[in-house]
Every structure is written in structure tokens, then in C-alpha cells.
């Protein structure tokens, strides 16, 4: 199988430790099909190739293995495992996907999921957040306006996560609010790989305070509706990549 090439200094990536590093190179490697599926090698060779100690490769393949991306046996070696068997709604997962040529099908997958799942979590959001919840979901729906109407999309990104988080959560059932960091994930993504305008619409930042106001007046069709209508709008912007 071939080896993974290591990150450049110049990539934008951060590494906390050789740790990190091994972990982001071989899940990148993993899910971006450099090692494909069925492949197989053994600790000794990875230790060899990244010129590491066996623990630390140890450690790296344990989380490779949490995530379903491989599988380690004694005699056997690290196996490739096929993307049926990932777990997909990992952020790490998500991220290294999305960085490499899988970019169109993972968006396509987020961004239907979010379709199905984000409308029902803002009409249970209407019925079930508190009240302190539903102001502060409209406050920050206000400052979301403001930054969009603006062009900062560093910080369009921190207020856009805060707002589908709080309705994931809001929501009440805690299999949505688990979705929140998938959610961030795919709204990261938009900014990073550069499919999100400069400003965006202005009815997508007005859909937005009609989703809180809905929330906030217990109008769970309203919430529901509008948010369908930002779910639909994001897929309609991101549908001719994966065309």
C-alpha cells in the first residue's frame, strides 16, 4: 500500500503533538483512499515509515479503531476497514473527509441530513425551550444579520454554529443535540473550502430571526417551515458541486 504523504508547513495545520500529527496524516490517508480498503501493514512498518516508537503508533491506531477506520490484530496487522464500517457522524471523520476528495459526496450527505433533521428539531425547539433559550436564540440571530450584512465570515462561522447548535439542543431530544458537532462541521466547511459567500442572502439572514421568533412564540410549524426553507437554500448553493 502506498504512503501517505505528510502535511506541508504551509497546509494551515496546527499540530499539538507527534500524536496529533500521526493521527490527522493516517486518517487523512484512510479516508481520502491512499490506504485503501483491505490494505494491510503492520505496527512495525508504520513505526519504521513515520520513524516513531511502537506506543505511539499504538495509541494512533486505538483511536483509528474507535472510529472504524481500522482494524488491529495480533499476527494480522492494521486492516483498512471499508467506509460502510466508519463512523461516519464523527467530526474527525467528517473533517478528513471533507479535506480530501470525497468533498462532494460528504457535503451532499451532511447537507441532506441536515434537510431531515434541523426543520423537526426547530419545531420541537418551539414547543420545548425555555424562555431564556428562545431570547437568546433571538439575540443571536440579530448578531447573525449584522455579521452577514457585514462580510466577516470568521466570525459570520462562530454565530451561524452557535444558533444551529442552540436549536439542536433546544430541541429537547438528546439524539439531535448529539448532531450539534456534525452541524458545525459542515457549516466549517462551507467557510473553509470557500462555498460560502461573502455576504450571504439576505433572506437566508432574515429566514434565520423568523425561525427564533417562531421558537420564541411557540409557533412550531413556523420554526419548522423556516427552517426548512435555510436547509433547502443550503442545498441548493452546494448541489452543483456535487452535480
Keep these: 500500500m502506498g504512503s501517505p504523504a505528510a502535511p506541508g508547513k504551509g497546509d494551515g495545520v496546527a499540530w499539538v503533538s507527534l500524536h496529533d500529527r500521526l493521527l490527522e496524516e493516517l486518517g487523512l490517508a484512510v479516508t481520502g483512499g491512499t490506504l485503501a480498503a483491505g490494505d494491510r501493514v503492520l505496527l512495525d512498518e508504520l513505526a519504521d515509515r513515520f520513524d516513531v516508537s511502537r506506543s505511539v503508533i499504538r495509541e494512533v491506531v486505538r483511536v483509528l479503531e474507535a472510529l472504524s477506520l481500522v482494524s488491529s490484530r495480533r499476527r ?10 466508519w463512523n461516519l457522524y464523527d467530526p474527525r471523520v467528517i473533517r478528513w473527509r471533507l479535506a480530501g476528495d470525497q468533498r462532494a459526496d460528504q457535503l451532499r450527505s451532511l447537507s441532506q441530513l441536515r434537510a431531515a433533521v434541523e426543520p423537526a428539531a426547530a419545531a420541537l425547539a418551539a414547543n420545548n425551550a425555555s424562555i431564556e433559550v428562545a431570547a437568546e436564540l433571538m439575540s ?22 452557535a444558533f444551529h447548535q442552540m436549536i439542536l439542543r433546544g430541541s429537547g431530544n438528546e439524539m439531535f443535540a448529539q448532531l450539534s458537532e456534525v452541524v458545525a462541521e459542515v457549516l466549517t466547511g462551507r467557510t473553509q473550502y470557500g462555498l460560502m459567500p461573502r455576504h450571504p442572502a439576505a433572506e437566508a439572514l432574515q429566514l434565520h430571526i423568523d425561525v427564533a421568533d417562531a421558537v420564541q412564540r411557540g409557533d412550531a410549524p413556523g420554526a419548522q417551515s ?6 433547502d437554500q443550503a442545498v441548493e448553493e452546494l448541489a452543483p458541486i456535487w452535480r
Design 76 to 85: 494480522v496487522g492494521v486492516v483498512v476497514l471499508p467506509a460502510s464500517e
Design 140 to 161: 443571536v440571530a440579530g448578531r447573525l444579520r449584522g455579521l452577514g450584512r457585514s462580510g466577516d465570515l470568521e466570525a459570520f462561522l462562530v454565530v451561524d454554529i
Design 226 to 231: 423556516a427552517m426548512l426553507r435555510i436547509v
